[in-house]
């Protein structure tokens, strides 16, 4: 086990910044903290350097709990949001730092910082100062500096938060490749949970200074275990449904009553990749209007209006929207596939949300 | 400013109100500048102006004076006593400050503020209250044969009262703007303390740090009210530069007082230059 955080807590003054969170990373992962900004995946982050000390709970490296040593002795590489890096420094100076502590001869450390350098694509900007650099590269830099004193565990705090769209799909990439190069155990803090599915290899989700869901991007995603993992992680379409005449409703769309009474609520979502679209108008059972469609590269996004007013979203592939001339404007028919329950009389659910109900196909066609 | 006028005139759809500015603008300016010469440049010019009016050999003959000579030497002893024991507090409050939470936190800013508030010949009798005849102290002091009042420390405590906020309230604004992310960075890099601040937190508050010695310098150098409280006058020994102007002045010498008075323009000089050199540098480094 590389990093194991055991119900550890922290709060800020009387706010909870962190509550009662466990979990173990894996020798070698790749792991995302996911959250909403203050749901306390950064101080998590704090409290595994030691910039933080928790209330109660334990933190253990490798097996040894730490709580008690020093940041200096933890060894464990830390990329600031901001980059930190040392301003009145050169980009070599700034990486020799952590080298020159430990007492390196000078000629392992201009070694060490040359490899480095080789690694992270800094040739020829040794002798540059921060203020010279371009935001990817005073990122390299700081990424260089926490690496060169070998440490166990690199974390990063939203590394890819600061610099242009183009350049973070570049870095993302990237960091997946280092991490396959170095094979070391890397924690990154991230509020993009599209960022965080591409590149880790499991997900926390944060919520509140809590952990809601610990797995694989897949798992989060199609098994969510609470409303929380369920609408964070991926577009979801949310319906609010009442209970009437034996099945529950909104509006013109008909749900199964889940063993509920008339009467009572819940809460139900789906992915927009379950609603099923036709041009012809009368192939499924519900109808809308086809009002805006964004492209998100292969697949598009269509967002559609029931007569009723209510907005739904559904996917579709390039070659399936052209194939069925779809367009702006149009009356279509669409069925919804699956879904799952959020809550029941507003009742949290815990795994059941994990569970996909499948819908006949062409559920009440022609009305 | 400046600045903020003309990222507004670059703003796109912004332009700037350029018929407003024509003739208005310059009238302002002129304003400015003919205050800033009839009541800056001018009296400045005219202190070297009377001093030399009677030629250099006047000039150095009542610089040479012995009582003045001693002055200078004074001047130059409590600034080297009282500036470097405000760097070090100011450095250590502004660092406290900036950088952590504790209690009393707002109750040491209102402290470092207080000689700014309080008006420097009330500042000298404090201390006369506290170490004179009658005083707190006075009594204890007596007895053991300290002499503060009348003497160079009474003057340095006087000094240092004085010249307490400069070196403070110039960092604070500059540690609090760079955060602790930096020295935090240093530590996770298994920098202590020690290393961490010489390395990281002083190098990049340093121009900042010997603006402040260098404006705290200057008032030191200059102080006159709370020196003159508990300096006594006695020529030779506790006449600091601008006590000996004052005293030169009163027996209407035409040419000493205005002679030493150039030492003390020159040093206003010289920190202005210097004060515009740093802000260049850090303008430049940031």
Excluded at chain 1, 72 to 80: A, S, Y
Excluded at chain 1, 297 to 321: A, F, H, N, Q, T
Aim: with cysteine; net charge positive.
């Amino acid at each position: 086990m590389s990093i194991e955080l055991k119900s550890v807590s922290k709060h800020f003054g009387k706010v909870a910044a962190v509550e009662d969170v466990s979990f173990a990373v894996t020798e070698g992962e790749l792991i995302a903290l996911l959250g909403p900004s203050g749901s306390g995946k950064t101080t998590v982050l704090r409290l595994i350097a030691g910039l933080e000390t928790p209330e109660s709970g334990g933190i253990f490296v490798r097996g040894a709990q730490v709580n008690d040593l020093p940041v200096q002795k933890r060894n464990i590489g830390f990329v600031f949001q901001s980059y930190a890096l040392f301003k009145h420094m050169t980009v070599f100076r700034n990486m020799a730092f952590g080298l020159k502590i430990k007492k390196w001869p000078s000629e392992r450390i201009q070694a060490r910082v040359r490899d480095l350098a080789g690694l992270l694509d800094l040739n020829g900007l040794l002798e540059r100062y921060p203020h010279q650099l371009s935001g990817g590269q005073r990122q390299r830099v700081a990424i260089g500096r926490a690496l060169a004193p070998g440490p166990n565990v690199l974390l990063l705090d939203e590394p890819f938060a600061a610099v242009d769209a183009q350049i973070r799909q570049e870095l993302r990439q990237w960091l997946v490749r280092v991490h396959l190069d170095l094979k070391m155990t890397i924690v990154f803090v991230t509020h993009d949970q599209e960022e965080a599915m591409e590149v880790a290899d499991r997900i926390i989700i944060f919520s509140k200074g809590r952990v809601e869901q610990i797995g694989a991007p897949q798992e989060v995603y199609e098994k969510p275990t609470n409303e929380f993992v369920a609408r964070f992680v991926g577009v979801m379409n949310v319906l609010e449904l009442e209970v009437r005449n034996g099945a529950a409703r909104r509006e013109e769309l008909e749900f199964p009553a889940h063993g509920l009474a008339d009467g009572q609520k819940m809460r139900i979502g789906f992915r927009p990749y379950a609603v099923q679209v036709s041009a012809d108008a009368s192939a499924y059972r519900y109808r809308a209007v086809l009002r805006r469609t964004y492209f998100l590269g292969v697949m598009l996004r269509l967002e559609m209006e029931l007569p009723s007013g209510l907005i739904l979203r559904s996917r579709i592939s390039k070659e399936d929207y052209a194939r069925l001339g779809l367009a702006d404007g149009r009356t279509i028919s669409f069925q919804i596939r699956s879904y799952r329950i959020l809550s029941k009389e507003d009742e949290p659910l815990g795994a059941e949300v994990a569970t996909a109900h499948e819908l006949a196909p062409n559920l009440g066609e022609g009305i | 400013m400046k600045t903020s006028a003309n990222v507004i005139s670059t703003l796109p759809g912004k332009p700037a109100p350029r018929t407003a500015r024509g003739s208005f603008h310059w009238l302002l300016v002129g304003v400015a500048v003919l205050f800033s010469a009839v009541f800056l440049v001018l009296p400045l010019l005219n202190v070297f102006a009377q001093a030399l009016a009677a030629g250099l050999g006047p000039y150095w003959h009542a610089l040479a004076d012995p009582d003045t000579i001693s002055a200078i030497r004074l001047t130059l002893i409590i600034a080297a006593i009282s500036v470097p024991l405000n760097a070090i507090f100011g450095l250590a409050a502004s660092w406290a400050i900036a950088k952590f939470e504790f209690r009393g936190k707002a109750f040491l800013l209102s402290l470092i503020d207080l000689p700014f508030s309080i008006s420097p010949v009330v500042a000298g009798l404090l201390f006369v209250l506290l170490f004179g005849a009658n005083g707190l102290l006075g009594h204890w002091l007596e007895v053991h044969q300290v002499k503060i009042l009348f003497a160079l420390p009474g003057m340095v405590f006087a000094t240092i009262f004085v010249t307490f906020p400069y070196v403070a309230r110039e960092l604070i604004p500059i540690m609090r703007a760079q955060g602790r992310e930096q020295e935090e960075a240093a530590l996770t890099l298994g920098a202590n303390g020690w290393r961490t601040f010489w390395h990281v937190t002083l190098p990049s508050v340093k121009w900042g740090l010997f603006y402040g010695i260098v404006l705290c310098n200057a008032r030191a150098m200059g102080e006159f009210g709370a020196v003159a409280v508990v300096s006594g006058h006695i020529a030779g020994q506790t006449d600091t530069l601008p006590l000996r102007v004052e005293k030169l002045y009163n027996e209407f010498d035409p040419v000493a007082p205005f002679a030493v008075a150039t030492l003390l323009a020159l040093l206003a000089v010289a920190t202005m230059l210097l004060k515009a050199l740093l802000e260049w540098k850090t303008r430049h480094e940031s």
